[in-house]
């Protein structure tokens, strides 16, 4: 199936408007209407896939949770911290071919979107192989971080069957972005659904029917993103992407140094980000009662990165509206495209904060039926709402930040409200202060906020016409040079 080209999903009577003067004639509510559809012509099908394969941790942790409760905790610290780290760094390096690849198919080089695909998957496996350590030796790494000996345990059985999931995350996200900078969102949404419902099914058949429990977990895990892997790369190479697609090539192994230097810039920006909520499950790990604390706040963030599946949707869809203007040099389009992207999702995430104070009391039903964790979790609450109304902006603020190439201005930026300004106010709110793993997460939601409320200034205060002429330059020479 051939996608049609961005000029060509829309009629000719809304058409993109790609010159100054049709800009200027439409009024507002036109082209916000126009670059809505753009914009959810990409950012539906993602939300739909980043749904579904994220549901694949959540229906795990769901499972173990009713095994018991140090299965919930075991498992949970296994998938939100030690995958979750592996996660970002590999999700975030990705997010260079959003940059690359949206400029290129901008500016119509098709062939190069086959190129970068295949130095992604390169850098990203050497990087897996580096991350196997962490998968290896969870247990003793987890206990000398102070975590309770019997969580730490089961988390390390949990992640030594989860070793192979590193390199499939590897060949997924590179797919997945390449699909996405073509607007083939359809496909991976589909595939995506089809895996989801063959883990509900596996999870039950194996953990519960078959009684290998996390270990079962583990495996169920592994087993269902490959099939997204195999579905997603049988239907590029069976001819769903003949422009950009045409094999293997060893070109793909020439300028590996600036593509790793670009995919570093965007892993560390957005690990800095993924990684910062993970510490604070570790930091939880050293309270008073950690199997309860633990278990209350994976639910909480089980839940809240369920939900930042929709702005992280709106993020990759920013990146490829914004890269894909600034490929065709124009930077008018890429910042209009950034403010109907921030504002839809915003809107979003009012509607889910207000759910979240709703039905503050039944949020943990999915995963327990312990009523101390039920109260446990309704007293996160509020967080909750605070981090999820946060959330919905501040990834299509990044998703600007990789559409544009700005990633290590933005790492700089991460670093320090995350890891000099929130995590030691968190830090002092929950041990100095006494106010456990509220205090903690509070004074992280607060380094969360000032990060977003830099990144909107910066934003504002973009030169557009200067990074469509960046992104001009960079598309004439096929480098990858400073943004």
Same mark, same amino acid.
């Not at 971080?145 to 590179?174: K, N, R, Y």
């Not at 029917?209 to 583990?218: D, E, H, I, N, Y």
């Not at 501040?394 to 700005?406: D, F, R, T």
């Given at each position: 199936?051939?996608?049609?080209?961005?000029?060509?999903?829309?009629?000719?009577?809304?058409?993109?408007?790609?010159?100054?003067?049709?800009?200027?004639?439409?009024?507002?509510?036109?082209?916000?209407?126009?670059?809505?559809?753009?914009?959810?012509?990409?950012?539906?099908p993602a939300i739909v896939s980043r749904l579904a394969s994220y549901s694949t941790f959540v229906i795990t942790q769901?499972?173990?949770?009713?095994?018991?409760?140090?299965?919930?905790?075991?498992?949970?610290?296994?998938?939100?911290?030690?995958?979750?780290?592996?996660?970002?760094?590999?999700?975030?390096?990705?997010?260079?071919?959003?940059?690359?690849?949206?400029?290129?198919?901008?500016?119509?080089?098709?062939?190069?979107?086959?190129?970068?695909?295949?130095?992604?998957?390169?850098?990203?496996?050497?990087?897996?192989?580096?991350?196997?350590?962490?998968?290896?030796?969870?247990?003793?790494?987890?206990?000398?971080?102070?975590?309770?000996?019997d969580i730490a345990e089961v988390s390390g059985l949990v992640t030594t069957w989860l070793i192979p999931l590193p390199?499939?995350?590897?060949?997924?996200?590179?797919?997945?972005?390449?699909?996405?900078?073509?607007?083939?969102?359809?496909?991976?949404?589909?595939?995506?659904?089809?895996?989801?419902?063959?883990?509900?099914?596996?999870?039950?058949?194996?953990?519960?029917?078959?009684?290998?429990?996390?270990?079962?977990?583990?495996?169920?895990?592994?087993?269902?993103?490959?099939?997204?892997?195999?579905?997603?790369?049988?239907?590029?190479?069976?001819?769903?992407?003949?422009?950009?697609?045409?094999?293997?090539?060893?070109?793909?192994?020439?300028?590996?140094?600036?593509?790793?230097?670009?995919?570093?810039?965007?892993?560390?920006?957005?690990?800095?980000?993924?990684?910062?909520?993970?510490?604070?499950? !570790?930091? &939880? $790990? *050293?309270?008073?009662? %950690?199997?309860? =604390?633990?278990?209350?706040?994976?639910?909480?963030?089980? #839940?809240?990165?369920?939900?930042?599946?929709?702005?992280?949707?709106?993020?990759?869809?920013?990146?490829?509206?914004?890269?894909?203007? !600034?490929? &065709? $040099? *124009?930077?008018?389009? %890429?910042?209009? =495209?950034?403010?109907?992207?921030?504002?839809?999702?915003? #809107?979003?995430?009012?509607?889910?904060?207000?759910?979240?104070?709703?039905?503050?009391?039944?949020?943990?039903?999915?995963?327990?039926?312990?009523?101390?964790?039920?109260?446990?979790?309704?007293?996160? =609450?509020?967080?909750?709402?605070?981090?999820?109304?946060?959330?919905?902006?501040?990834?299509?603020?990044?998703?600007?930040?990789?559409?544009?190439?700005?990633?290590?201005?933005?790492?700089?930026?991460?670093?320090?409200?995350?890891?000099?300004?929130?995590?030691?106010?968190?830090?002092?709110?929950?041990?100095?202060?006494?106010?456990?793993?509220?205090?903690?997460?509070?004074?992280?939601?607060?380094?969360?906020?000032?990060?977003?409320?830099?990144?909107?200034?910066?934003?504002?205060?973009?030169?557009?016409?200067?990074?469509?002429?960046?992104?001009?330059?960079?598309?004439?020479?096929?480098?990858?040079?400073?943004?």
């Amino acid at each position: 199936m051939n996608v049609p080209l961005l000029e060509e999903y829309i009629s000719p009577a809304t058409t993109l408007h790609l010159n100054h003067h049709n800009e200027i004639r439409d009024d507002l509510p036109t082209r916000v209407w126009v670059e809505s559809k753009k914009l959810w012509y990409i950012a539906g099908p993602a939300i739909v896939s980043r749904l579904a394969s994220y549901s694949t941790f959540v229906i795990t942790q769901a499972f173990a949770g009713h095994l018991g409760n140090l299965e919930l905790a075991g498992t949970a610290i296994s998938i939100m911290v030690i995958v979750g780290f592996s996660f970002g760094l590999l999700l975030g390096m990705a997010s260079a071919l959003e940059t690359l690849c949206g400029q290129a198919y901008g500016a119509k080089q098709y062939h190069m979107l086959g190129i970068y695909l295949q130095r992604s998957w390169v850098v990203l496996n050497i990087f897996s192989i580096l991350l196997l350590p962490l998968y290896i030796f969870t247990d003793p790494i987890l206990k000398f971080l102070g975590q309770p000996d019997d969580i730490a345990e089961v988390s390390g059985l949990v992640t030594t069957w989860l070793i192979p999931l590193p390199f499939v995350l590897a060949l997924l996200f590179p797919l997945q972005r390449f699909l996405q900078c073509q607007l083939k969102t359809p496909i991976v949404a589909w595939v995506s659904l089809g895996a989801l419902l063959v883990h509900i099914f596996l999870s039950w058949l194996v953990i519960f029917k078959l009684g290998f429990g996390v270990r079962g977990a583990a495996a169920t895990l592994n087993f269902s993103w490959g099939i997204i892997v195999l579905g997603l790369y049988s239907y590029i190479a069976c001819g769903g992407c003949p422009e950009t697609w045409t094999g293997f090539s060893i070109e793909a192994f020439t300028g590996l140094w600036e593509y790793f230097k670009l995919s570093v810039a965007s892993g560390v920006m957005l690990c800095l980000e993924n990684w910062y909520y993970k510490v604070l499950v !570790l930091m &939880t $790990g *050293n309270l008073d009662n %950690a199997t309860v =604390a633990v278990s209350a706040l994976t639910i909480c963030m089980s #839940i809240n990165a369920w939900e930042v599946m929709i702005p992280l949707a709106f993020f990759g869809a920013t990146g490829v509206r914004v890269s894909n203007e !600034l490929g &065709t $040099g *124009n930077g008018k389009a %890429a910042k209009f =495209a950034s403010i109907v992207s921030a504002t839809t999702s915003l #809107i979003i995430g009012i509607f889910f904060c207000t759910l979240i104070m709703i039905f503050h009391d039944k949020l943990a039903t999915l995963f327990t039926t312990s009523n101390v964790i039920l109260q446990a979790v309704d007293s996160l =609450a509020l967080l909750l709402a605070l981090a999820i109304l946060l959330n919905s902006i501040q990834p299509v603020l990044s998703g600007v930040a990789v559409g544009s190439g700005w990633q290590a201005s933005v790492a700089y930026i991460n670093i320090g409200c995350y890891y000099i300004i929130g995590l030691p106010l968190g830090a002092t709110l929950g041990w100095i202060f006494h106010l456990g793993v509220g205090g903690i997460w509070s004074g992280m939601i607060g380094g969360t906020a000032i990060q977003t409320l830099i990144l909107i200034i910066i934003t504002i205060r973009c030169d557009w016409d200067m990074q469509a002429q960046k992104a001009s330059s960079r598309m004439m020479s096929n480098s990858f040079g400073k943004p």
